[in-house]
T-cell receptor, first 114, second 108 residues
């Protein structure tokens, strides 16, 4: 089945220790997104790639970086995690055509910062 | 003003009733509207998309869009306990913007 996969599902890191979250997709979608979601809040878009074109949200902290080495994979790097970065991180994909922005989400990675 | 607003709930309905979830948005040029269901601790799951004014039905779900009023709603008929979840409204505004969600509880 075509899907969006995120690894790991749960990640514990120490304050200030870099961490990388990964996302892969078999949908062959052009666009990949990273969202941060804290409890009882809306998912907050961090950035997205349209093919190789990177689009950063204006309020995404510099502490967050992303890489998309190929169509299938996308990574979220948090260079120096703080306690406030503890959240669920969601990867999503879409075909990216103008008329259809349906996004399909992976299961998420829950990040704990100790 | 928030871009996408939803009543946070909780909304509680008895099993078999109609649940009505509402959403308003601020950007008049928005063209695409979505409803996602999110169970506790899980990721959002797309359940409906709507692009034109009027109603769109899919099984027990009906999405309603009124662009003039900047309003989109989701009706769930014959609500089941398994429908208990948070429902997120999302609006395409070049980038997708989500509401914070309405928590729905369906009581047996």
């Amino acid at each position: 089945d075509a899907m969006v996969i995120q690894n790991p599902r749960y990640q514990v890191t120490q304050f200030g220790k870099p961490v990388t979250l990964s996302c892969s997709q078999t949908l062959n979608h052009n666009v990949m997104y990273w969202y941060q979601q804290k409890s009882s809040q809306a998912p907050k878009l961090l950035f997205h790639y349209y093919d190789k074109d990177f689009n950063n949200e204006a309020d995404t902290p510099d502490n967050f970086q992303s890489r998309r080495p190929n169509t299938s994979f996308c990574f979220l790097d948090i260079r120096s995690p703080g306690l406030g970065d503890a959240a669920m991180y969601l990867c999503a994909t879409s075909r990216g055509s103008r008329e259809r922005y349906e996004q399909y989400f992976g299961p998420g990675t829950r990040l704990t910062v100790t | 003003q928030k871009e996408v607003e939803q009543n946070s709930g909780p909304l509680s309905v008895p099993e078999g009733a109609i649940a009505s979830l509402n959403c308003t948005y601020s950007d008049r040029v928005s063209q695409s509207f979505f409803w996602y269901r999110q169970y506790s601790g899980k990721s959002p799951e797309l359940i409906m998309s709507i692009y034109s004014n009027g109603d769109k039905e899919d099984g027990r779900f009906t999405a309603q869009l009124n662009k003039a009023s900047q309003y989109v709603s989701l009706l769930i008929r014959d609500s089941q306990p398994s429908d208990s979840a948070t429902y997120l409204c999302a609006v395409d505004n070049n980038d997708m913007r989500f509401g914070a969600g309405t928590r729905l509880t369906v009581k047996p």
